[in-house]
């Protein structure tokens, strides 16, 4: 198994950046498919991102296309969200989460094992 903590959340001004990062522990990281997830109040989890083991793939929900990068390094271990251009909209709490082998699609929450605690991200028009 493996244990993720998520950081990098903040409030930034509309049109802001951010770089949301995601520690691994315990088991191989490389093993597992990784995911961005987010949260915003009285809404259900949504899908933001995936990537493949390799770090090759990546996936996004069409609204953050163009906005959003995923990346991972699997030597130094982080998973990271780069966040540019921000609104209001994108105010959530952000999770990251992970499946051993093949990715699932972010569309199925429920198909990743093992979530962090979550990182809040707050934008102020």
């Known amino acids: 198994q493996v244990q993720l903590v998520e950081s990098g959340g903040a409030s930034v001004q509309a049109g802001g950046s951010l770089r949301l990062s995601c520690a691994a522990s315990?088991?191989?990281?490389?093993?597992?498919?990784m995911a961005w997830f987010r949260q915003a109040p009285e809404k259900e989890r949504e899908g933001v991102a995936r990537?493949?083991?390799?770090?090759?793939?990546?996936y996004y929900v069409d609204s953050v296309k163009g906005r959003f990068t995923i990346s991972r390094d699997n030597a130094k271990n982080p998973l990271y969200l780069q966040m540019n251009s921000l609104k209001p909209e994108h105010n959530a709490m952000y999770y990251c989460?992970?499946?051993?082998?093949?990715?699932?699609?972010?569309?199925?929450?429920?198909?990743?094992?093992?979530w962090g605690q979550g990182t809040q991200v707050t934008v102020s028009s």
């Open positions: 989460a992970a499946v051993s082998g093949d990715c699932n699609s972010i569309n199925r929450p429920y198909a990743y094992k093992y």
């Open positions: 990537i493949d083991t390799g770090g090759r793939i990546a």
């Open positions: 315990g088991d191989t990281y490389s093993s597992y498919c």
